[in-house]
């Protein structure tokens, strides 16, 4: 019966979808100013029955009702309330019903919050963002319905996977879905300002808050993502450069330079072609992106279930997209005359923007390059950390350097002369580079770049705090939270990788290992018993040799009974100064365990960096909201 | 300007010992840019399986004999092909790789010159 | 709209980009190393797994027209399914050797008292290493060295029917 509930109500979408775009056609041609009370309300249906259908997909999850195949496959009667109800959209179809609902409430919410802009502007969003809602609810009606019902009705489901009933896992796909899916609504605002004519200031204002809510859950989706592969993925690493990863970057770098060009053109009503252009390649490069993630085209550790159908028809879709972006941006293509002194801040925007599309274009070809080479060519190569990381590490301490010294630049032309200031904090960052890198010992041209680089941003950005104490510019606040999150972050995540320490051993049971800096001795191992898991747990005592200290770890290797599965636990202790980090796994057919020990000093603060580059994107949405 | 130019001594001064002191092949570094090729998507680094450990000796092997970390590599893609190291290597296949990015970063460069340099024409007239 | 080069470019570039994904979602994603085809084998010693003393170098395989070297062990469960293979070739014009691969001395030859021994020497790899020279990277593997020590043929996992006619066709 849910079966048909959820088929119907869907149905019941798309047929508003139909009707929206008619009734906004027909509202378009009509003289009067505003928009039509029934269109609102078609809306208002529309946005309803779409999250009822969630709903309807939830409460099926929720009573384990197998006679849906969608439930079957991923849950099962013993999983706890929480991983059920997170279980809906943590499958392919489930999460495709939660684009939709992305997609359907972000397009009535853009309809009404927008009533002081113009109508055809808006009416032109709503056709756009609707004829998008199709596109997706014929994907999953035809091709990957969670409400297809399956007979006879099996009396237990399949998904128990326990690597997947995790609360960091559960959050993170609707955090990444508000960025990925919410940037749809600002590709139909810019197809609607082309073909409108509504452009400059007033359509930047019109979707300012979009971008900036996109953004900010965008990053945070990724930073609890990274969060849980360091905690529950046992390598001690928080990003791989895998294509999942990769995927949810692409459109990040997008919408951040989005951002920053939003201000040029509000504030100067120039750059209009390009920032219509980063609205559409936004929402291209996440489709894009669930293109090679779900279609089996590339392999990683994270995929879903792949299925090359999927991919034919995202792929022909996502060419539908392009095609129509590019025709019509060619259409209504206007010449633009630029007004840019080389000492203003819209050149340093530009800058950031110049950078932003550099790191992207890096990553796009670094996951596209080896499909590409594979098809021409039959050759199989594989690109990872050591690519991405060789590019893309050196060119951040420019982008450092300008990041500090660009928002000091006023608009349209600067009078003063940084130059002094400028060099006298070069000096300052070098010399506490120094004493740094003689505290640990160990140091690389690179990281001492990226440590003066970073330091460098620290200390303009203390002068700015110092500026806004005495000031009490309100709205510099979030650009300096924002700033020095990114800039503690680079700087931990430097400190992280060049200071690690890491040591991958076999051991067997009552054997130590000595390195130079801690012993670890393997004393004992504990069988415990739990509700669906077997646990084997190593007691590892850790002697810290330079300081005496010692520490218990207790990693663990989980043998689950249903489905058989295997899982490494890490045992991690994590405070202030660092990490540590332990994993132990089973050699086959040995006595000896294969040990994985990391020291990861200040690990902690890259977690706190990366949230605060988060926190400064929330004040500004709240400042902007107080302010209205 | 005497000023700038002591200022420039002191930062010449202070950038000499940045060059990297420490030049030893470090074993877990090797192992994660290594793919693990039974498994979906794991580095040697990451990998419990048994090729993983089998390449993990042979790798230990190499750099106690003193083999470079290009040698490694260079090794083990002439057994196992270029699939298995994630570092790809600069031929005449993966040249377009590692240059296409430089060419957009020099490209974006020089768009953003022709803008600024367009205003500075457009005052002087 | 007018028509421009650079516009022709960009249509030119996504209909190229979408042929190439379309064509990437139909080709098989599992990597596999037939490229060692063709490359010629390392040097290498093997010790005997009964004899410490015994060893045979890649010298010795420049005496024969065809080598067939196969990694096995008594805990893998396709090498017995190919073990009848092996066995009816060991009667033909084709060198067999065995690299009993990390495994216990007394399980391979338990398992070669059940199953029949075909090779003409056993050598040992008790950590794997030398399954590396040889490119190897599962078990079980089986490769066709010629005399001038070039891999002729590679195969990964058991020996079915129609590899073992394909072998027999070429020793003919």
Redesign the interface.
């Known amino acids: 019966m849910l079966s048909n509930i959820g088929i119907g109500l869907v149905v019941l979408v798309l047929i508003l979808s139909f009707l929206t775009i008619y009734a906004a056609s027909l509202d378009l041609k009509t003289s009067s100013q505003s928009i039509q009370r029934g269109i609102y309300k078609l809306s208002l249906y529309q946005t309803t029955f779409t999250i009822l259908s969630f709903f309807t997909l939830i409460i099926a999850f929720i009573n384990s009702d197998f006679s849906l195949i969608n439930v079957y496959e991923n849950s099962h009667t013993s999983k706890p309330l929480f991983y059920k109800i997170a279980g809906t959209w943590g499958n392919h179809e489930g999460s495709l019903l939660l684009w939709i609902n992305i997609l359907v409430i972000f397009s009535y919410l853009f309809l009404v919050f927008n009533h002081k802009h113009n109508k055809k502007f808006r009416l032109y969003t709503l056709i756009f963002q609707n004829i998008l809602i199709l596109g997706f609810l014929f994907f999953l009606l035809l091709n990957s319905n969670p409400f297809n019902s399956i007979y006879p009705i099996p009396r237990e489901g399949l998904g128990l996977n326990p690597i997947l009933q995790d609360p960091a896992l559960a959050i993170h796909p609707p955090l990444l879905y508000v960025g990925f899916v919410g940037c749809s609504i600002y590709f139909s605002a810019a197809m609607a300002s082309m073909v409108s004519g509504y452009g400059g200031k007033l359509f930047a204002q019109s979707i300012k808050a979009w971008v900036q809510i996109s953004w900010c859950f965008q990053t945070l989706g990724i930073i609890v993502g990274s969060i849980w592969a360091y905690y529950e993925l046992g ?1 001690g ?1 928080f990003w791989f450069w ?2 999942v990863e990769n995927a949810s970057l692409l459109p990040w770098f997008a919408i951040t330079a989005l951002m920053h060009s939003l201000i040029v053109l509000e504030k100067r009503n120039t750059l209009h072609a390009w920032v219509i252009i980063l609205c559409l390649l936004t929402f291209i490069l996440s489709v894009t992106g669930t ?1 090679l993630v779900r ?3 590339l ?4 995929t879903f279930a792949s299925d ?1 159908s999927r ?2 028809y995202i ?1 022909l879709f996502l ?1 539908f997209m ?2 129509s972006a ?2 019509i941006f ?2 209504t293509y206007q010449k633009e005359v ?5 000492k203003s801040r819209e ?1 340093f925007i ?2 950031n923007n ?1 950078f932003m ?2 790191f992207l ?2 990553v796009l ?2 996951m596209l ?1 080896p ?7 039959d ?9 991405f990381n ?2 893309i590490i050196p ?1 951040v301490v420019p982008f450092l350097f300008l990041m500090a010294i660009g928002p000091n630049f006023s608009w349209i032309k600067s009078r003063n002369n940084n130059a002094y200031k400028i ?1 006298f904090l ?2 300052g960052a ?2 506490i580079n ?1 004493l740094i ?1 003689n505290f640990f010992g ?4 690179l990281s ?2 990226i440590f003066i680089a970073a330091i460098f941003l620290f200390l303009h950005l203390f002068l700015d705090i110092k500026k806004f104490i005495n000031k009490k510019n309100r709205f510099e606040l979030p650009r300096i939270i924002s700033h020095l999150g990114f800039g503690l972050l680079v700087f931990f995540i430097g400190i992280n990788h060049q200071f690690s320490l ?3 051993f076999n051991l067997k049971v009552g054997e130590i290992k000595k390195t130079n800096s801690y012993e670890i001795n393997f004393e004992d191992i504990k069988i415990t018993k739990s509700k669906n898991y077997k646990a084997i747990i190593g007691n590892f005592k850790l002697t810290n040799l330079k300081n005496n200290v010692v520490q218990y770890l207790g990693p663990e290797i989980r043998i689950y009974s249903n489905p058989e599965t295997l899982t ?1 636990e890490a045992a991690i202790k994590t405070k202030i100064t660092s990490d540590l980090y332990l994993t132990m ?5 040995s006595d000896y365990y ?1 040990i ?1 020990f990391q020291n990861k000093p200040f690990m902690i603060w890259i977690w706190i960096s990366a949230l605060m580059i988060t926190l400064g994107g929330f004040t500004r949405l709240i400042l902007k909201k107080n302010e209205n | 300007m005497k000023l700038k130019k002591i200022i420039f001594v002191i930062y010449a001064l202070f950038l000499t010992p940045l060059y990297s002191n420490d030049n030893k092949v470090v074993a877990s570094e090797v192992y994660k840019n290594l793919r693990c090729l039974v498994c979906q998507g794991q580095s040697i680094a990451d990998s419990n399986s048994d090729f993983a450990t089998t390449i993990k000796l042979v790798v230990l092997d190499q750099i106690n004999e003193g083999k470079k970390e290009d040698e490694i590599y260079n090794f083990l893609i002439s057994k196992y092909g270029e699939w298995i190291t994630y570092h790809p290597t600069f031929n005449k296949n993966n040249f377009l790789l590692w240059t296409l990015p430089y060419a957009v970063l020099v490209l974006g460069g020089f768009i953003i010159f022709l803008i600024v340099r367009k205003n500075k024409h457009n005052k002087a007239n | 709209m007018k028509i421009s080069i650079s516009k022709i470019i960009i249509f030119s570039f996504i209909i190229f980009s979408f042929l190439i994904f379309w064509q990437g979602l139909k080709k098989n994603n599992d990597y596999d190393t037939k490229n060692l085809i063709g490359n010629k084998i390392s040097n290498f010693q093997l010790i005997d797994l009964n004899n410490e003393k015994k060893l045979i170098t890649e010298e010795d395989l420049r005496k024969n027209e065809y080598t067939l070297i196969n990694f096995f062990a008594s805990w893998c469960s396709p090498c017995r399914t190919e073990h009848e293979y092996l066995l009816k070739l060991s009667n033909k014009k084709i060198r067999i050797i065995g690299i009993n691969f990390k495994d216990k001395k007394s399980n391979a030859i338990s398992f070669l008292e059940e199953l029949g021994n075909p090779y003409d020497f056993i050598g040992k790899d008790k950590n794997g290493k030398i399954s590396v020279l040889f490119g190897i990277y599962g078990i079980p593997e089986t490769l066709i060295v010629d005399s001038s020590l070039i891999v002729i043929k590679k195969y990964i996992g058991p020996i079915d029917q129609n590899q073992y006619d394909e072998i027999l066709k070429l020793i003919q």
Do not use: Q
Request: avoid cysteine; charge should be neutral.
């Open positions: 390598w690493g895998d294509p293109f279609s089996g085209i392999n990683s550790v994270h090359p991919g034919i792929l060419l392009v095609f590019l025709i060619f259409s630029y007004k840019f002194n080389l050149t530009l800058a110049w599309i550099f274009i890096t070809i670094g390059y499909i590409f080479l594979d098809v021409l060519t050759i199989k190569i594989s690109v990872g950390p050591p690519f060789i590019v060119l060099l070069i000096l070098v010399g120094l890198s160990k140091y690389s041209l001492n770049l890491e040591e991958d490494y796994s089973n050699v086959s057919r294969n994985k």
